[in-house]
């Protein structure tokens, strides 16, 4: 499996110029009460691969996939790429490092 860490300056960029898609794989109660601006959901425990290549080619922007501590997105990770799909990156800090730094958070 190859997983590629990055970090908040990363995504913050990939953010601000439109290039990367966050995957947000926390469960639909944990995204309601706050997530990173620009942030998609796609909970973990009901990962949908169709739905989930379907998200990524309508989209056209490099998939990165965040939870909160970084744990559950190296899962996402291996999951895509067990059904073929190709993502290998992931907010390695997630939600908690957005959050303790202070950066804007959407609820």
Do not use: N
Request: with cysteine.
């Amino acid at each position: 499996m190859k997983v590629v860490d990055l970090d908040r300056e990363t995504v913050k960029q990939g953010l601000a110029d439109g290039s990367l898609l966050l995957i947000d794989v926390r469960e639909d109660h944990e995204f309601a009460r706050g997530r990173i601006p620009g942030s998609v959901s796609h909970p973990l425990s009901t990962f949908d691969p169709a739905a989930l290549k379907a998200l990524i080619e309508a989209d056209g922007r490099r998939p990165v996939f965040s939870c909160a501590s970084g744990v559950r997105s190296v899962h996402a990770i291996a999951a895509a790429q067990q059904s073929g799909i190709d993502v290998s990156e992931h907010y390695a800090g997630a939600f908690k490092d957005w959050y303790a730094a202070g950066e804007p958070v959407e609820a």
